[in-house]
């Protein structure tokens, strides 16, 4: 993993989920990131399982590949083929999160972590982004729950079903 989960420090890679990211600034913990790879040919679901955008094979293993712009209820602006795919661990396996590139890794300490302001409270836990992080333009990142994003996502397909 990217991130040592016994320090008092915390890395978050932010992302980019389009070609203007100034509505919205999400970030994932490094803690849950194996790795970040560059795109490769994926292979289609079948039926269109809408947020899933395909199946990625890395070293023989498929891992399911998702666009982030939709899980988080952005769009996507821009080039619909990623620039990057982040590979996280999640309490099913793995998945592939499509980002349109990855900005930057911070390093904050848990200190600098806050909880969402009241405006922004009804959107950041529809998204499950229960965190941010202030910046020094008095601007915030939401700090990405990449399980409870997931978790969100199969219950609200399963109650469509």
Known sequence: MLADKTS?????????????????????DCSEILEIVEPTKLSTLPGGAHPFVGILTLRGQPIPVLELATLVQQPHLGETDPERL????????????????????????????AGVPASLQEHARAISCPRIVRTDNMGHILILDVNAALSGLLLSRSEAA
């Not at 008092?8 to 994932?28: F, H, K, R, S, T």
């Not at 982040?86 to 390093?107: D, E, F, P, Y």
Request: charged share 15%; net charge negative; glycine share 8%.
């Open 86 to 113: 982040v590979i996280c661990q999640v309490q099913a396996g793995k998945v592939a999160l499509n980002v349109r590139g990855t900005l930057s890794i911070r390093l904050i300490s848990q200190d600098e972590i």
């Open 8 to 28: 008092p420090d915390i890395q978050l890679l932010v992302v980019a989920l389009g070609d203007n990211n100034a509505e919205l600034g999400i970030c994932i």
